[in-house]
């Protein structure tokens, strides 16, 4: 049994859902299928969930609603016409929507939650008729009435135990279940959507429910690629990962599987294939719990933007006991959470993500060190990026991080900041952003170009 998830562009349009039809029709064991909103149909496009911020945007401002509704309404209709299905589902549409739009905004964001979760929940809709209508036994099934549970607000949305023990009966259903992505309900009925790759997060905490054999995610591409195919040019595949692995890069910008979404068929011991709706005969990338080979130290390269640092000096700071301690709870006390604290005898360097940063944040911040923890030097900086090296190889591979300094500084950029954790499954290297592309294509030379004997 496979449950089977299918990002944005694969139904973005009629003829991308058609595809997932022929999917799910080759194979009777794909019997719950995820889906998330229409994503783009071409560069230029906007997403569904894009328009549906818009939607709320206006209704929160009580202007254009009805324009911007239209907007919404007209590509759900462009897709059923194509899929050559009546008119009652696009009422069922406009309804549901229309009565979004009349909800009480006085709380914004879950106002705006329950309008971007709209895009999933008519897409589930809209694929179950068309399945239906070609002669799959299929049935949409609510999150809501399976009992998808979440933890309640202020606290990201995560799945509760209970969520597995309901969803688990779906396994009882006989009709191919078609499941709305990217949302849940908290104990008392409020709707809460998960974090970035949210579809994703559904898909998996759905497959550790029934106890799917293959939790399938299709994408647009035919596997994971060791390496940014927009900076290095015709990266090699990857045809098997690990959990640990996959997760490491996830954080580091991969976008094709987000971390998060790992944990729940992590824990369950459930393999993952990245597969692609465009080519499904493709193999495709499989996630597993031990990779059957190491020939190779390094299994992928990535990089992320959008940091900044934290600069701290003070002297004697490690003998000064709790200093760390008192920084973090700094941090803490304005919502910041950090990524990678590297440090010496007299400073130390907090390393976070830019957004959560605003210059009244970085005031405070720097006024409340400087006056608390008397420190001598106080400052931030930014524009940074995380360049990780992640493979399961790394354990005992003496020299290799020896060789990616070697290979950075072939490029002239200065090194930042170095961190191995110790798990010895990534080497994380913090460098200006504007050196990333240089850098991620020397390392892809050095651990992976095929090597010349002359």
Avoid: W
């Amino acid at each position: 049994m496979k449950v089977s998830k299918f990002g944005g562009t694969s139904v973005a349009s009629a003829e991308q859902i058609k595809k997932v039809a022929t999917i799910v029709q080759s194979d009777p064991t794909r019997k719950f299928i995820v889906v998330s909103a229409p994503g783009k149909r071409f560069d230029s496009d906007k997403k569904v969930t894009d328009l549906l911020i818009d939607l709320a945007t206006a209704a929160l401002n009580e202007k254009e609603v009805e324009a911007k509704l239209q907007l919404v309404l007209d590509r759900y209709k462009e897709i059923a016409a194509g899929l050559g299905l009546e008119q009652p589902i696009c009422d069922v549409i406009e309804e549901d929507l229309r009565q979004r739009v009349l909800l009480d905004t006085s709380d914004e964001e879950f106002f705006i939650d329950n309008m971007k979760a709209s895009g999933e929940d008519n897409n589930a809709k809209l694929i179950s008729t068309y399945f239906t209508s070609i002669g799959l036994s299929a049935q949409y099934v609510s999150p809501k009435t399976a009992g998808l549970l979440v933890n309640d607000y202020p606290e990201r949305a995560l799945a509760l135990p209970q969520a597995y023990e309901n969803l688990s009966k779906l396994s009882d259903v006989n009709e191919i279940v078609v499941f709305p992505g990217f949302f849940g309900y908290t104990m008392d009925g409020q709707l809460r959507t998960f974090d970035r790759g949210g579809s994703d997060i559904t898909g998996s905490i759905l497959a550790a429910a029934v106890h799917a054999d293959l939790y399938e995610n299709f994408t647009d591409v035919d596997s994971v690629f060791c390496a940014n195919p927009r900076v290095v040019n015709d990266p090699m595949e990857i045809e098997e990962i690990t959990y640990r692995e996959m997760r490491e890069l996830s954080y580091a910008g991969f976008s094709v599987f987000h971390d998060e979404a790992l944990m729940p068929v992590y824990k369950a011991g459930i393999p993952v294939c990245i597969k692609n709706t465009n080519n499904p005969s493709a193999p495709g990338t499989k996630i597993v719990s031990v990779r059957k080979g190491k020939h190779r130290p390094i299994t992928g390269i990535s990089a992320d933007s959008g940091f900044s640092i934290l600069y701290v000096s003070k002297y004697l700071m490690n003998r000064e006991i709790g200093f760390g301690r008192k920084l973090l709870q700094i941090l803490e006390e304005e919502n910041i959470s950090y990524e990678h604290t590297p440090s010496g005898l007299d400073d130390i360097s907090v390393i976070f993500r830019s957004h959560q940063l605003t210059s009244e944040k970085e005031t405070r911040i720097i006024k409340r060190v400087k006056e608390e923890l008397h420190a001598e030097d106080v400052h931030f900086r930014h524009e940074f990026s995380m360049i990780v090296l992640v493979g399961e190889g790394m354990n005992n591979n003496t020299g290799l991080a020896a060789r990616a300094a070697t290979a950075i500084s072939r490029t002239g950029a200065n090194i930042e900041m170095i961190n191995q954790g110790s798990s010895e499954v990534s080497l994380a290297f913090g460098v200006h952003r504007s050196n990333e592309n240089k850098i991620l294509q020397e390392l892809y030379k050095e651990f992976f170009a095929p090597v010349t004997i002359g």
